[in-house]
């Protein structure tokens, strides 16, 4: 049997959240309404092998409905529980490289804030208020999620989600949406947020892969080439000069070796580097 998903545990008590998110509801959303997602994918899983199979004869259309809308809930779930954190652990503001990501695409904190809370609030019918990263744009930004099926803006990276389906809020605090997201931001926890941008960002420069390239040609570029246009749509340069020191750098195929790191030794070190252009495969 192929692999299943399962209920990722809370990384708090159930009680951590209060008194913005009862120890209840936490109970019910996370073991009820986040189970039966992972139940509803792996049962689609189990359809769609068995009619593989020809021991069963399937709707493929409605299976894979279902597998798309009981999966998605399943993974914005898992981000949902991490991205919070107790009463002095989560809220305030954040600092380091997601403050100043968050000034550049939004113009300050408070901007941001009062717009990703406009989202929530006004999300027709239930879903969630998102924020991504754009590796094209090197920016943050916004989208609602009015059906689960429909999850994201494609290969942009879910660093913040916010539920506002009943379930995540009605015993507290009943019809009233708008008191639940300006509670929740008393528990976001700026920390996990920053990491994801921190492994989006790394993402984006890409690693190093002799699997991944195909060489198509080379072309001189002085060393005032910002270093994060490096990475060009699927495009990306590898390094090459005769004036080089050798330090084997670019040659390097360690995973943890981002092109980030290449760039910024090769950059430093030679005035005119012949860079090697190959395409994305």
Not at 80 to 85: E, R
Not at 254 to 274: A, M, Q, Y
Request: aromatic fraction near 14%; include cysteine; charged fraction near 20%.
């Amino acid at each position: 049997m192929p692999n299943r998903y399962s209920v990722p545990q809370l990384p708090y008590a159930y009680n951590a959240l209060e008194p913005y998110i009862s120890e209840k509801i936490m109970q019910l959303h996370h073991d009820k309404q986040h189970a039966a997602y992972v139940n509803g994918a792996n049962t689609a899983l189990d359809k769609l092998e068995k009619a593989r199979k020809g021991e069963a004869q399937i709707d493929i259309r409605a299976v894979l409905r279902d597998y798309s809308f009981n999966v998605n809930g399943h993974i914005l779930h898992s981000i949902f529980w991490p991205n919070m954190a107790p009463a002095g652990k989560g809220g305030g503001k954040p600092g380091g490289a997601l403050a100043d990501k968050i000034e550049a695409s939004f113009g300050g904190f408070d901007k941001f804030k009062a717009q990703f809370s406009d989202a929530a609030k006004t999300v027709e019918g239930s879903g969630w208020a998102l924020l991504l990263y754009d590796p094209e744009t090197d920016q943050l930004v916004l989208t609602q999620i009015e059906k689960q099926n429909f999850m994201h803006l494609a290969q942009m990276t879910i660093l913040l989600g916010l539920d506002v389906w009943e379930h995540a809020y009605y015993l507290d605090y009943l019809n009233d949406r708008g008191k639940y997201v300006d509670n929740w931001w008393n528990v976001v926890n700026w920390s996990d947020v920053d990491s994801r941008l921190s492994k989006a960002k790394k993402c984006n420069f890409l690693f190093l892969s002799l699997a991944t390239v195909k060489y198509i040609s080379s072309e001189f570029i002085p060393y005032t080439m910002p270093i994060p246009f490096v990475v060009e749509r699927n495009y990306l340069w590898r390094s090459y000069s005769s004036a080089c020191t050798a330090c084997n750098t670019c040659n390097m195929v360690e995973p943890e070796l981002s092109l980030f790191d290449i760039f910024e030794t090769c950059f430093k070190r030679l005035p005119t580097v012949s860079l090697h252009r190959f395409l994305l495969v």
